[in-house]
Nanobody, 118 residues
Framework: QVQLVESGGGLVQPGGSLRLSCAAS????????MGWYRQAPGKQRQLVAS???????NYADSVKGRFTISRDDTKNTIYLQMNSLNPEDTAVYYC????????????WGQGTQVTVSS
């Protein structure tokens, strides 16, 4: 099992910044990609950004140039730096880890609310 604990969400004004953190623990051997997804009310969960163990990065078009994903392997933690936030970024943000076992297994954090509003 892999446990993921997110932190850093909150309320921010348009144009502001937030940094999300996701700490992984448990049997993390075999995890090959971690990322952030978000789900707004009435919408499907969608990928925001991901980072592989080989440092390959992937971003949704809507966040390119504004969000940056990074990781600290010494802390088994990934981060999502979010700048120039706008109301369309309002959502619950979930941390995800994909682990290779006999098949690929998805692990999810509990989610953290990000609200962009004046």
């Amino acid at each position: 099992q892999v446990q993921l604990v997110e932190s850093g969400g909150g309320l921010v004004q348009p144009g502001g910044s937030l940094r999300l953190s996701c700490a992984a623990s448990g049997f993390i051997s075999g995890v090959y990609v971690m990322g952030w997804y978000r789900q707004a009310p009435g919408k499907q969960r969608q990928l925001v950004a991901s980072i592989t163990t080989g440092d390959s990065l992937n971003y949704a078009d809507s966040v390119k140039g504004r969000f940056t994903i990074s990781r600290d392997d010494t802390k088994n933690t990934i981060y999502l730096q979010m700048n120039s936030l706008n109301p369309e970024d309002t959502a619950v943000y979930y941390c995800n880890a994909k682990k290779r076992s006999y098949s690929v297994v998805d692990y999810w954090g509990q989610g953290t609310q990000v609200t962009v509003s004046s």
